[in-house]
């Protein structure tokens, strides 16, 4: 996981405005915090538990960062990152007709996924007999 959903929105905003430097400097943000969290943070906790929460907070942290690393670049370009729908704008309406299929494909897998988990679980008894 070297990237996650809005900053790479972020990212692809400023690429398409021929800005590449903050973009290919927030993956390096986010690993660095993610080592950061393994050897920094990590050895303070005393559970595994502990080690979990730790390395995920410094992600979250990461994630963050990267967020911050490109809002400059986004204002130096105005663009600001509020968000207004009008929901009866006939370009929203038409790119939702078009995904929904594509919506309902991917969410037909999921719930064939789930259903087959559950008969699994069902009739295979024991534990440990489903696996992911």
């Known amino acids: 996981m070297s990237r996650m ?3 790479s929105c972020v990212a692809s905003i400023l690429q398409s405005f021929h800005h ?3 973009p ?3 993956p390096v943000v986010l690993n660095s915090c993610w080592l950061a969290g393994i050897f ?8 595994p538990l502990d080690w979990i929460y730790l390395i995920s907070i410094s992600i979250l ?6 967020i911050l ?19 009866r ?3 929203l309406i038409e790119i939702s ?32 007999a489903l696996t992911v």
């Not at 996924?113 to 559950?118: G, V």
């Open 20 to 22: 590449f430097l903050a």
């Open 89 to 91: 704008d006939q370009n």
């Open 40 to 47: 920094v943070l990590a050895p303070l906790g005393n559970t």
């Open 69 to 87: 690393l490109q809002i400059p670049a986004l204002r130096h370009h105005q663009v600001s990152l509020t968000v207004d729908f009008d929901f």
């Open 5 to 7: 959903s809005f900053p």
């Open 97 to 128: 007709r078009r995904l929904g299929p594509a919506i309902l494909g991917a969410a037909v897998v999921q719930i064939n996924i789930l259903i087959d988990q559950f008969i699994a679980w069902i009739c295979i008894p024991g534990e440990g």
């Open 24 to 26: 290919a400097l927030a």
């Open 61 to 66: 942290i990461g994630g963050c960062l990267q």
